[in-house]
């Protein structure tokens, strides 16, 4: 997480390079400990702070600068690119250790971890050299990006009304919306918080507080995703009477409505949220047979 939160633009681009080179130490550290015993220890913290930490940084740089459509694609293509080393990696490993080489193989390891560092810092210093700010985005560029964003959000809006969206249709742009909400309920109420602090409009911040206002049932709710819902859906609307669910619990200021009451606590076992999610089921089938309609037609109306 750490690692992730300092990947900002500009800085991103440089620490895939910095990482690996870590990583070649605690290979190298790795590679000493069959003859130095305590080495081992911190080897293995340096291992996950530098060679594991490696696909968060690098999730971040593909978000950073990924083609508009392709985020999806090329983060899959990274994340083969590391399990497929997770899972061939060990069990050579523990053919070259059985056979009396673990030291030379972690210094195999090391040279691998070597050339990653150099051809890191090659794509580091011509992304510099490309983009002459080391690929931070200029000030005209953030204006856009979150013009963009607002923009996309009013649209959205237009769109649902007074539903709450799901997903879209990748082909025809069309949300699939629900009346109730789901998990995600809370976080347009958040997006809708955000532009309404953002432009000062005073149809905006009745929008945000409203369909914070609908979140109210979810108070009640028994499951796990009730603070999950609640605190994006209202951490933003604090001093918006309209916006405030009832009940309040005055126990508990700086937490959501709803969050862990002894009366109602959060369902932790599994059984009954299975039952609940059979039940549901079936009375959907039950629904869609009488009326004659399709699961895709109603899917989430």
């Known amino acids: 997480m750490g690692w992730s939160k300092a990947a900002r633009l500009g800085r991103a681009e440089w620490l895939p390079g910095w990482l690996a080179a870590g990583a070649v130490g605690a290979a ?27 696909n968060a ?11 508009p459509g392709r985020a999806g694609q090329d983060s899959a293509l990274v994340s083969a690119g590391f399990f497929a080393g997770f899972a061939l990696g060990p069990p050579v490993f523990g053919v070259l250790a059985e056979a009396g080489h673990y030291g030379s193989a972690w210094l195999r390891v090391a040279g691998k ?43 959205t809006a237009a769109d649902v009304g007074y539903q709450f969206p799901l997903f879209a249709d990748s082909d025809s742009g069309r949300w699939i919306t629900t009346g109730r909400s789901a998990w995600t309920g809370g976080f347009w109420a958040g997006l809708l918080w955000l532009r309404a602090r953002h432009t000062g409009d005073p149809p905006d911040r009745a929008a945000a507080s409203a369909c914070t206002a609908r979140l109210a049932p979810w108070v009640e709710a028994d499951t796990a995703t009730r603070g999950l819902i609640l605190w994006y859906g209202t951490a933003l609307a604090r001093g918006d009477s309209g916006a405030a669910p009832p009940k309040a619990d005055p126990r508990a200021p700086e937490a959501p409505s709803g969050v862990g009451r002894p009366e109602n606590p959060v369902q932790a076992s ?27 037609d109603e899917a989430f109306q």
Do not use: N
């Not at 550290?29 to 996950?48: C, D, E, I, K, R």
């Not at 856009?144 to 009013?154: F, H, I, K, Q, Y």
């Not at 039952?275 to 399709?294: D, P």
């Open 28 to 54: 190298l550290l790795l590679a000493g400990a069959p003859s130095v015993h305590p080495q081992a220890w911190p080897a293995a913290v340096a291992v996950g702070v530098f060679a594991v930490s490696g």
């Open 57 to 67: 940084v690098s999730m971040v740089l593909v978000m950073q600068r990924a083609a």
């Open 113 to 155: 971890f070597a050339a990653a560092c150099s051809v890191a810092f090659m794509w580091a210093v011509r992304a510099a050299a490309e983009h002459g700010d080391c690929g931070m985005m200029r000030p005209d560029g953030a204006g856009r990006a979150l013009s963009d964003v607002l923009d996309r959000g009013a649209v």
């Open 270 to 296: 599994l059984f009954p949220a299975v039952k609940r999610i059979w039940r549901h089921r079936s009375v959907c089938r039950r629904f869609l047979a009488e009326t004659g309609r399709s699961a895709e």
